[in-house]
């Protein structure tokens, strides 16, 4: 009687590639630095602050609307004039998904209006009429505001009320803060539209990679025959 016998196996070569696909998106996964500064938001700005006067009351508000976190360590804040600080921090200064961040001009909140600020700037003054906030990477990457005369309000900051930063976006914070200034630094509560995030892409394209893979590496192989005496 002839018994013919099947084996099912997993082509080494494609056992190799789903591994490695496997542990890259596990990484991935795990430490996402895929996003840059231009997917950051500039999303309230308090340029002229009256309870406290402007080189101790100045900061603008950040917010990450992607699903990676983000280090803001060796980042440029500038504008188009003279202006300029390179961020520095013995710690990594990370903005996690869906987190406000807080840069300010002074962090003592005996003195700034009452407000805690994340980081702290030099070299870097928000003007009354018209200015830019800048921040750049040494790839090029850009995020950029532009303001002009009418956008300042003296003792409230402009907040940004939807996903877009356009000027005409912009609306004059109601809600008090600290010493009395209207503002919400680090809490985001007039911003509330703030964008859903998405998966990386390329922890998506890992999966769909490992998934297809996995689906067709593994073979039905056909041995010679063997042949049983009875």
Not at 49 to 57: I, N, Q
Not at 78 to 99: A, F, K, V
Not at 113 to 131: H, K, P, T, W
């Amino acid at each position: 009687m002839k018994k013919t016998t099947y084996q099912a196996y997993v082509r080494p070569q494609k056992t190799l590639t789903l591994v490695a696909l496997t542990f890259l998106a596990l990484f991935y996964a795990q430490d996402s630095k895929a996003t840059i500064v231009s997917d950051l938001l500039i999303t309230e700005i308090m340029a002229n602050p009256s309870a406290v006067g402007d080189s101790r009351g100045e900061w603008f508000e950040l917010y990450n609307p992607t699903s990676d976190s983000f280090t803001l360590n060796g980042i440029t804040l500038s504008d188009n004039g003279t202006d300029s600080h390179t961020i520095d921090s013995i710690n990594d200064l990370i903005i996690n998904p869906g987190q406000f961040f807080v840069l300010g001009r002074n962090g003592n909140s005996l003195l700034n209006g009452d407000y805690i600020a994340d980081y702290v700037y030099s070299n870097f003054v928000l003007s009354n009429s018209d200015d830019e906030i800048i921040l750049s990477d040494l790839m090029g990457n850009r995020l950029s505001l532009a303001y002009e005369a009418g956008f300042v309000t003296s003792g409230a900051s402009s907040e940004l009320q939807s996903t877009e930063m356009l000027i005409s976006n912009y609306g004059v914070t109601t809600y008090s803060y600290g010493d009395g200034d209207l503002g919400t630094p680090g809490t985001g509560r007039t911003y509330s539209v703030a964008a859903v995030p998405e998966p990386s892409t390329l922890w998506t394209l890992l999966i769909g990679l490992g998934v297809f893979c996995f689906m067709h590496g593994i073979k039905i192989h056909r041995p010679k025959q063997s042949l049983l005496l009875t």
